[in-house]
């Protein structure tokens, strides 16, 4: 088992910066992929960003070049910064894990899930 939690969420203005953090516990974090989703109401929850044991990273393109993936397997602590907000990066911030090598981008390819923690950016 993993257990995550994340951390970070807030509100902030457009052009604006934040930083997600998500903790985890449990099974080792060095073998595990760890990946950020978000969802808006009404929405899907869709997938942000990803990234591997070898710290090797993926982006949707909706947040490409803002938005930056991280990783401490000596404190088994993933990040997530987030630079140059937009209205519609508002929505429930997600921190995920899978027991594997390789990221995916599906949020069904993740079994352990955070509680999620609340983005808001006003314009």
């Known amino acids: 088992q993993v257990q995550l939690v994340e951390s970070g969420g807030g509100l902030v203005q457009a052009g604006g910066s934040l930083r997600l953090s998500c903790a985890a516990s449990?099974?080792?974090?060095?073998?595990?992929?760890l990946g950020w989703f978000r969802q808006a109401p009404g929405k899907e929850r869709e997938f942000v960003a990803a990234i591997n044991f070898s710290g090797d990273s993926y982006y949707a393109d909706s947040v490409k070049g803002r938005f930056t993936i991280s990783r401490d397997n000596a404190k088994n602590t993933g990040n997530l910064q987030m630079n140059s907000l937009k209205p519609e990066d508002t929505a429930v911030y997600y921190c995920?894990?899978?027991?594997?090598?390789?990221?995916?981008?599906?949020?069904?390819?993740?079994?352990?899930w955070g509680q999620g923690t609340q983005v808001t950016v006003s314009s």
């Open positions: 995920a894990a899978r027991r594997s090598w390789i990221y995916r981008t599906s949020p069904n390819e993740y079994a352990y």
């Open positions: 449990g099974r080792t974090f060095s073998n595990i992929a």
